[in-house]
């Protein structure tokens, strides 16, 4: 039987393309193939360039007014029918609805914060900087930008980014990821319902294919990317090399360190949460626990035991935590729990023993607790992107912030303790991106800026906030003199007053 094909959405209408080559997409709660995805050819890739440049010149030119009522109506729009998109995502991705509807909501403030972009456009003016001189400055957006996302938020992650590049006049290329590329059509759709111009926003689906043909297409003048950090390494150096803007978000791995003081009921709920919300598949999520002694022993039995009222199933039934995303990906994170015992770690709750909720073949893993994790194991060193929560005893705060620190990563992290003092000076020391006081996921709102350090990010402007606004824009200043009309004469110096 012929499946459904998931087209590109370029100019507003769904386009083939003219390559042959697809790539199943799966519902992993089942754990069938459900459609087939197309990938772009670079000359596919051209196609969509050439319609989101045409649209530029209007587009960028169209009063902030006009522009901005679109960008409330796709807001309206997104908040009238999320729950469509919703079941779109979990249908693809596994997670819960009520996650996916989460997400949703976390991209949707990107596009409320969107919304009141004019008062960021607006340029500086100084009258008389030198007699009968004025100098002013202009912000003016880049052209045609590139955004390549993830499949863990298939949503949330492309409107960190699109909404502000439209709101400042660019033209948008999507490229989503192949394993949950629904979403991407989903929203397309929504712009030109909202009466967004046809190829101010284009959706092209692929793999490295069409990631190349954006990283050197001349015409494409920035990247942001989202993903593992050895694709966003390379996509980072192969974009400025190109002479691009890139911003390129990277892969995790966030620890959590609890101090003797926490109030350990409210730590191991926090672990809980943020270890096995979506199944793990998060950047923001908890992956290792840093317990400071003694606290470790009363944590672990604490956490075990809330891990066991996790009901684990179909994301479309009422389950706390759905499938992982593919087969494979299930399979190498299972994989680590072996490493794990091999390394001389303690498996308290081993996930693949885990009673579900859903069709036996859908992409399971339970939640999956491992103890006196070796920091030497590849558990500890490397991100496994699933459900399996470390804890690695520490004796000390001192010995905990060096630990984080000397990690490769440097996405999120969290304390947990009574001790404003400590928590102040965690604040201080830490060399991560996004970090949480008492607060195990510390994801920043839309008008702050997300983005981590180390190899959880290359480049140099985080996504949304004032610093995703100044990616997606050029200043200019001008300096501008209209002479009086009785004004004249030749003067080779600079002005002196
Ligand atoms: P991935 O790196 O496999 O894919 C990301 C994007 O790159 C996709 O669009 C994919 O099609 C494309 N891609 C894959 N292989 C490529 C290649 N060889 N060359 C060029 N492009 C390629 O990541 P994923 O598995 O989809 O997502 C999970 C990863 O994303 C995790 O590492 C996670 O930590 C990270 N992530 C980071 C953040 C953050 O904010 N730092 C947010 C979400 C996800």
Known sequence: MSQDIVNHFVAGEEFEGKSTRTAPVFDPAKGVSTKQVRLASTDDVEHAVQKAEAAFASWSSMSMTKRNQVLFRFRELLEAKKGELAEIITSEHGKVLSDALGEITRGQEVVE???????????????NASTGVDVYSLTQPLGVVGIISPFNFPAMVPMWFFPVAIAAGNTVILKPSEKDPSAANWMAALWKEAGLPDGVF????GDKEAVDALLEHPVVQSISFVGSTPIARYVYETGARAGKRIQALGGAKNHMLVLPDADVDVAADAAVNAGFGSAGERCMAI?????????GDTLVESIAKKMSAIQVGDGRRSCDMGPLVTEAHRDKVASYIDVAREDGATVVVDGREVAVDG?????WLGPTLVDNVPTSSRVYGEEIFGPVLSVVRVSSYDEGVDLINSGAFGNGTAIFTND??????????IEVGMIGVNVPIPVPMAYYSFGGWKHSMFGDSRAHGEEGFRFFTRQKVVTSRWPEPSHGGLNLGFPQN
């Open 113 to 127: 914060f969107a919304c009141g972009l004019p008062h960021l456009l607006k340029g500086q003016f100084s009258l």
């Open 202 to 205: 284009n959706v092209v689906h």
């Open 287 to 295: 992956s290792v626990v840093v317990a400071v002694d003694p606290v």
């Open 359 to 363: 069709d036996d073949q859908g992409f």
């Open 420 to 429: 404003g003092g400590a928590a102040r000076k965690f604040v201080t020391q």
